[in-house]
Structure formats: C-alpha cells, structure tokens
C-alpha cells in the first residue's frame, strides 16, 4: 500500500510496503523551495518566477515537471521533458479537504486528503490509487503543490 507520511521535521516520505520510494524536503520551516529526492537523482523545486503561479521541479538544471495554479482553485501538474500527460488536482470536497488528481482521459488517478495539525501543518494521506499508479515524482510533486496552495491562501486570509 502507497503512503505519504509527514515525518516530524516537515518533510514527507513516499513508501510502498515498507520501502522508500522518495522524499520531499523543505530546507528552511515555511519554505517555498523543496528537494523532491528520488533513486534518479535530486529534484530543485521553486517557483519558475519570482512571485510566479507555477512551481516547477529540474532535475540537473532541466525541468522536468511543474504545478500551475489557475484561478478555479485546481492545480495542474504537467511533464515538460518531452513526456505527455497532464494532471489536474481537483477538490473532490473541499470542507473534507479532499482532493482527486484526473488525467487527460478523465480517469482518476488518486484520491488524497489533506489534513491540518495544530502546528499549521499539512498531512497528506493517499486514499486511493488509479491504474496505472501515479510516479513518486508526479505524488511528491503533488504534495509540494497542495502545501504551497494552502500556505497561499493561510497568507491571503490574515
């Protein structure tokens, strides 16, 4: 079974049956830049721009991946490395802070629920996975996207 599990110092771990799968890292508390490690390498994740709406992830100074935010409150994840295939992150209920990750065909891929813990904390928990599974990149990239939505809106709300 798939779990994305918040560790205590922020970061979050991707593990199938007990074995790493990958790791997002966030340097700095209540930062916008990660690391997304995986068995390929070390993945840079930051915004594209300074101030920008997309967060794109380079792999060795290539992009790879990257999460726009329209204004609809959905995210879109899409592959820039020459491989097809875009995602969009959708409220499946947003007082439940459920979400659904639909591909091109309008096949669901996965189900997550995000959770907020009185450290202002998001915890993100796959409730559900689609055939065929989501890539620990694309999953990883996903919850990056999720925390900066939500720390978005946290700093738009004071």
Known sequence: M???????DRN??????GRELGRLIYPKWWSA?????????????????W???????????????EARFPWNGSIEVDRV???????KVKYRSIWKAQH????EEGNERMHLRSRMSWKMDRDHEIEKMGDPPLK??????IAHALNVRHRRA????G
């Not at 979050?12 to 049956?17: A, C, N």
């Not at 101030?51 to 991946?65: K, N």
């Not at 490395?81 to 995602?87: C, E, R, S, V, W």
């Open 2 to 8: 798939l779990q994305l599990h918040r560790e205590p």
């Open 12 to 17: 979050f771990l991707l593990r199938e049956d």
């Open 81 to 87: 490395a020459g491989q097809p295939g875009k995602l």
């Open 33 to 49: 830049r990660a690391e997304i490690l995986l068995p390929e390498g070390i993945y840079d994740v930051r915004s594209k721009k």
């Open 100 to 103: 659904v990750v639909i591909d």
């Open 51 to 65: 101030h920008s709406a997309t967060v794109v992830a380079e792999l060795h100074g290539v992009p790879i991946i």
């Open 154 to 157: 946290a700093g738009h709300a």
């Open 136 to 141: 620990p990149l694309e999953i990883l990239m």
